[in-house]
């Protein structure tokens, strides 16, 4: 196995993917193995099956806010005001029909790329790894439901949720693989751009967020010995490599690519076609110049 792409989670600035797997596919960059979170394994899935890129540019583009979840505000105070059992912030049953209806699971089934999706037991708070043999609309559904704002899904009788409680970004996977290359797209600047000290209570919880966001990708890399991403986001081999169960030493080359500025609390559930076709566009500009040198 050669290639991996890495696509991490965080709500509607998920667009910013579609922008870099543009790029990926100009250059013919194709993975052997896409790991995805919450909408990142929406798009993972999307990928995986072979959705042609102007269907996912179109589908991005075309539901906007009401065709993917139904705010449900009062009905949670109330429940939370009278001590009554948990109903989440949202109704995302326009997100599961919109996935149902064009994720190709059987396509999926039959991919020549490895597809793995993550999703966190919300009884066990253990997080677990679906690939493409079992990947199915429950799966999906799960990955991407953002804890209290998302219902968690039935998975086999039990409940999950959001993969990226735990792992973001699912880096883990295609290091275990022992792929060469790897692509990890970030949906924040923070951990690949430098960025300024907090101005403002907001600014100081938005970092705060920003950081919870990249922390999975760099535990599992800090775990394995890698330093910390040059300022081109590039990770630099390791100087004795990483014993791999008794293989050979393993370092491959791992870049990101990620949003060059902050993109605020606000961009994580606009589903607008607007800042969709924004981010689609800013994937496709940062791809070109974060990872232009190594493609």
């Known amino acids: 196995m050669k290639r991996a792409l890495i696509l991490s989670g965080v709500g509607a600035r998920g667009a910013f993917q579609i922008g870099v797997w543009k790029y990926l596919k100009e250059r013919n960059w194709t993975p052997d193995l896409v790991c995805g979170t919450s909408v990142g394994a929406i798009n993972a899935v999307a990928i995986g099956a072979g959705m042609p ?166 535990t599992a890399l800090a775990s394995r010995g890698w330093p910390a991403a040059g300022n081109s986001g590039e990770y630099p081999p390791l100087a004795h490599g990483v014993e791999m169960g008794g293989r050979d030493i393993y370092s491959p080359t791992i870049k990101t690519v990620s949003p060059s500025r902050m993109l605020g609390f606000r961009s994580l559930l606009n589903f607008s076609v607007r800042q969709a076709r924004w981010l689609i566009d800013e994937g496709y500009r940062n791809a070109r110049s974060q990872l232009g040198d190594i493609l």
């Open 53 to 218: 890129l102007d269907r996912l540019f179109e589908i991005w583009t075309t539901y906007h806010r009401p065709m993917i979840y139904r705010v449900r505000m009062l009905r949670f105070l109330v429940n939370l005001l009278f001590g009554r059992p948990l109903k989440p912030v949202m109704d995302t049953g326009p997100l599961r029909k919109m996935v149902a209806r064009h994720l190709d699971i059987d396509a999926l089934r039959k991919s020549r790329i490895d597809v793995i999706i993550t999703a966190v037991n919300v009884l066990t708070a253990r997080l677990h790894l679906f690939n493409q043999h079992v990947i199915d609309i429950d799966h999906v559904m799960a990955s991407s439901a953002m804890p209290i704002l998302f219902p968690w899904q039935q998975i086999d009788g039990e409940p999950y949720w959001d993969g990226g409680v735990m792992a973001n970004s699912p880096l883990l996977p295609a290091l275990e693989s022992g792929v060469d290359e790897i692509i990890v797209v970030l949906l924040s600047p923070v951990g690949n751009v430098p960025t300024a000290v907090p101005g403002s209570l907001t600014n100081a919880m938005e970092l705060v967020f920003e950081h919870f966001l990249i922390g999975s990708c760099q």
